[in-house]
C-alpha cells in the first residue's frame, strides 16, 4: 500500500457479456441511503465481494457495511463468465504434483460449491444450477498427451472420472470433434449473471448496496480508509475502519499489489437457443461443459435452453477493455470454433461476443490477506475464480474478525505474493508474445 491517495481507474462501459440482454444490468443498490461513515466497505461486487458481503452479515451483523461497485451488479467478469463452478484444480494449479495443496484447493472449491448451493437454493435464486460435471477435451495429439496426464493426476488423487472416446463425446456433445475427452462428475454449471444478481438483490440488512457507483479516491485515513464515491450526480466522502479490495484486476488501481497483476482478457461468444429444426439435426444432448485439456484451447458450453456458448483467446489488457479489433477477430474465430464443431447447424446466430477482464500473476500465485492495517484483498484467480472467489470472500470477512477455520488455514497455505512484473509497454508485449506462442502452440486444440 503506497502513502498517497489513489485514483483508480473506473472499469470502462464496455460490450457487456451476453447471458441476458443488456437491458436487465440495471443497478440494483440503492444510492440515496449512503452515509458518511461504514464499519466496513467492501469494494468491488463481483463474486469475492458478494460473498465477503454476505459473510459480514452473518458474523457481524450488528456492524454497518457497504458494498460498492462501479458498474451495475452482473457487468464485470462474474456475470459474464462460463459459468463453470470447478471443483478440481485447474489450470496452473495443475502443474505441482503436491497432494496435501491439490487437496487444500479441491476442499476450498467444494466448500465454495456447497455454500454456493445453499445460499442459491435457500433465496430461491433462478440461475440454472446444473450438477452435471464437466468434461476435459483432447482433440489431438498435444491434447491427448495432456490429458493423459490429467488422468494421471485424477487416479493420483483419487477422483472419480471417466474416459470418454470419440463416439462417447458426440453422443454427448453431438461432435465428432474430440478425439476424447475426460468426465468428472463434480463441478457445478451456472447462469453466471444470474447467479451473481440474485445474491446481492438478498444481502443481509446490515449491507448497503452502491452499485453504477466507482471510487474514484481511495486514501488512509485516522486509522481508517477515505473514499470518494462518485454516483451518477455528484460525489459523496465516505469514512471506513476496514476495507476489503474485492477488485481482482483492479487491486493494483488502489495502490495494493502494485506491479503485480497482469490484467488479461479473454473472449467469449453465446448463440440464440437452438430452433426446433436445429435441434432436430443437433444429435447430442442439451446441457454440458466441456473445458480444454490444453489451457490455451476453447471452453465450451451447451445450454440447458439449447445455447452455445465458447470461449478462447486471451490478450494483456493494461485498459481492462478489449479493443474492436479484438471483439471482430474473437467473434471470426468464434463463428469459426461452432461451424467446424458443428457442421450441421452452420451459421447458428452468435447474439453476443464479449471480453473480460481476468487478472494473472507471472508466478500464478493468488493472494489472500491483509495488505496493510486494515485493508484486505483476495487476487489473481488466474481465469478461475468462481469457487476460489467466492471462498476467498467469505474467508476474508472471517481473517478480518479474527475468526479461525480449517479454511481459513487451507486458503492461507494455498495463496502466495504474486511476483513482481516488468512495467508496461514491455509487461503487455511480453505477455501477448507468450500468450500467442501458446495458442499457436495449441494448434487443433483451441
Ligand atoms: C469470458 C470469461 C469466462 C470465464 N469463465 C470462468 C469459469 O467458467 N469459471 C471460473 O471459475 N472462472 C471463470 N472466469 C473468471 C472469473 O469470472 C473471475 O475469476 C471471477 O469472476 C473474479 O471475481 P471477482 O469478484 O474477484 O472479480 P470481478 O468479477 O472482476 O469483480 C471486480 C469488481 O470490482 C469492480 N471495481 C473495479 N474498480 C472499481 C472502482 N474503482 N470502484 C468500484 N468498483 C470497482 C468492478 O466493476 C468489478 O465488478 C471467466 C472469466 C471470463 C472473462
Known sequence: MSDTASYPT????????????????????EISALKGIYDWVVIGGGITGIAAATRLGKI?????????DARPIGWGASGRNSGFLLDLPHKFDLETRDRERLNKIMHLNRFAIDGLREHTEALGIDCDWSDVGKLQGAVKKRGTGMMRGYIEMLDWLGVDHEVYDRDQCDALMGTSHYHAAVFTPGSVLVDPMNMV??????????????DDCPVIKFDSANGGYALTLKPSEGETDVIAKKVILATDPYTSQFGALKGRILPTITFASITRPLSKNE???YRGKLNWGLTP?????????????????????????????????????AREAHRKGIDTRWP???NLPITATWG????????????????????YASSCYNGVGLTRGWTAGQLLADLANGKDSKQLDYIQDVSGMPNRLPPDPFLSVGANSRLKLAQWQAGAEV
Open 279 to 281: 435441434r432436430a439435426r
Open 10 to 29: 473506473t472499469p470502462p462501459l464496455d460490450v457487456p457479456g451476453g447471458w441476458h440482454s443488456a437491458d436487465l444490468l440495471v443497478p440494483l443498490g
Open 344 to 346: 450441421e447447424l452452420e
Open 293 to 329: 485439456a490444453d489451457a490455451a484451447g476453447t471452453t465450451l458450453r451447451m445450454t440447458a435452453e439449447g445455447r452455445i456458448l465458447i470461449r478462447n483467446h486471451y490478450a494483456a489488457a493494461p485498459k481492462f477493455k478489449a479493443t474492436d479489433h479484438d471483439l471482430g477477430f
Open 197 to 210: 444478481r440474485g445474491l446481492a438483490v438478498n444481502l443481509p440488512a446490515n449491507v448497503t448496496l452502491a
Open 356 to 375: 473480460g477482464v481476468v487478472s494473472l500473476s507471472g508466478n500464478h500465485q493468488t493472494y489472500f490477506g491483509e495488505v496493510a492495517d486494515g485493508l
Open 60 to 68: 457481524a451483523p450488528d456492524d454497518s457495511v457497504l458494498l460498492v
